[in-house]
Structures are given as C-alpha cells and as structure tokens.
C-alpha cells in the first residue's frame, strides 16, 4: 500500500519557527499548480499504477487555503488513474484561522475524512 503527500506551499503569512517550503502569495495560478501536480503524479505512473493508495495527506504550508474544487480535480485525477483502496483515508492539514464552518463540510463532502488541525501556541 503506498501513501501521497501533496504539499500546497501557500500560506497567509510566513510563521518565523517555520522550516518547510512555504511562501505568502496573494496570487495562485491554480491551472499551474494543477498541470505541475499531474506531471509530477505522471513522472512516477510507472511505480503508482503498481501499488495501491491508502492515504493521501496534503500538507504545507497550508493547504486548507486550497478552493474546494481545486482539491476536488486533484483528487478526481488521482481516483481514476491509479488503483484507490475502498477506505482510503483522505487527510487535509488546517489552519483553524483558515477555514470556514461550511468550508470544513464541503471538504468532507468531496472524500477529505480527517482534518490535521494546526495549533502551536495556546
């Protein structure tokens, strides 16, 4: 069983403790983004199409700044060009400032079944 961690690098504002690949960006070019996901997904077809996904993580930066749709076509993508196991479990890294109510909800309504909710001070 193989696992995909996609990393959406965007984020509101640059956290100063943060290491990862990350950028503040007011301007995403999300046709980009996408064609360079698939050629990526595309670029390792050869061991995908061969294995099984289990999981699928997006993380960041933060991905829950993603527009539904956007990780709606991505997933769509990633559903009917590789073998999918029947519970995948579907993981959307959050910031709790970055997602509204109804939000949350259409996520869960396109296959996301857990939310990794960012907290790091309280």
């Not at 193989?2 to 046709?31: A, E, G, M, R, T």
Request: charged letters at 20%; one cysteine or more.
């Amino acid at each position: 069983m193989f696992s995909l961690y996609i990393h959406w690098p965007f984020c509101l504002s640059k956290c100063p403790y943060c290491d990862f690949n990350s950028h503040v960006s007011n301007q995403v070019v999300y046709d980009d983004w996408y064609d360079s996901y698939v050629k990526e997904l595309k670029y390792f077809d050869n061991i995908l199409k061969q294995q099984t996904i289990g999981t699928i993580f997006f993380g960041g930066g933060t991905p829950s700044l993603m527009p539904v749709w956007f990780v709606d076509k991505l997933l769509n993508y990633i559903f009917k060009n590789y073998k999918i196991l029947s519970n995948i479990e579907i993981t959307l890294e959050a910031n709790p400032s970055s997602l509204e109510r109804n939000k949350f909800y259409d996520l869960h309504n396109i296959g996301i079944k857990r939310f990794s909710i960012d907290i790091h001070s309280l």
